[in-house]
């Protein structure tokens, strides 16, 4: 069974850097077919891709965002970690991570989301 | 980027109807890259077609998705129950999002 979830903090200050990492199981990170994505969806809004890693280390990020997220993977320990820097509270959102198929692009299987809070 | 863009914002439909959902782009698209979600509230958001037109594992057939170009539609042929959500397109070509449509109960 194919399974990912999100791990990282409920809360930030604004400035601070958020650290998220996504656990995934059932698959590997090594999977050439495969890979992660990150996604974000501020309450009562829209779904918004944010980064995507595959396991040759290939990594893209949103245009609107690029300059402050990265995006890593950890193989061994099955992680895939997405920093965002400079948190403001518009950033408040869910944010998911899925598996990202590499045929077409599409995004099969989703973790639960964690969400997080952006206040002083 | 290509932006996505989904028609009616919200449907009013009742069980057993026939919804159709619209998905533009602002460039063409290659079918393979076109994606449909359904998202209910609380929940993350589940696969339901992939490359235009392919049904995921699971999905009732009541889910059709079909389209090419700048064009495409999610067709849900008698609606259950459980179909009321939020549906989102998603392409490649740098992955974007449509901003969604509501499908509610009329």
């Known amino acids: 069974q194919v399974t990912l979830k999100e791990s990282g903090p409920v809360l930030v200050k604004p400035t601070e850097t958020l650290t998220l990492t996504c656990t995934v199981s059932g698959f590997s990170l090594s999977n050439a077919r495969m890979g992660v994505s990150w996604i974000r969806q501020p309450p009562g809004k829209a779904l918004e891709w944010l980064a995507h890693?595959?396991?040759?280390?290939?990594?893209s990020y949103s245009t609107s965002l690029k300059s402050r997220l990265t995006i890593s993977k950890d193989t061994s320990k099955s992680q895939v970690v997405l920093t965002m820097t400079n948190m403001d509270p518009v950033d408040t959102a869910t944010y998911y991570c899925?598996?990202?198929?590499?045929?077409?692009?599409?995004?099969?299987?989703w973790g639960k989301g964690t969400t997080v809070t952006v206040s002083s | 980027e290509i932006v996505l863009t989904q028609s009616p914002g919200t449907l009013s439909l009742s069980p057993g109807e026939r919804a159709t959902l619209s998905c533009r782009a602002s460039q063409s698209v290659s079918s393979s890259y076109l994606a449909w979600y359904q998202q209910k509230p609380g929940q993350a958001p589940r696969l339901l077609i992939y490359g235009a037109s392919s049904r995921a594992t699971g999905i009732p057939d009541r889910f059709s998705g079909s389209g090419s170009g700048t064009d495409f539609t999610l067709t849900i042929s008698r609606l259950e129950p459980e179909d009321f959500a939020v549906y989102y397109c998603q392409q490649y070509g740098g992955i974007t999002f449509g901003q969604g449509t509501r499908l509610e109960i009329k």
């Open positions: 890693i595959f396991s040759n280390d290939e990594k």
């Open positions: 899925a598996r990202l198929m590499a045929s077409y692009y599409y995004m099969d299987v």
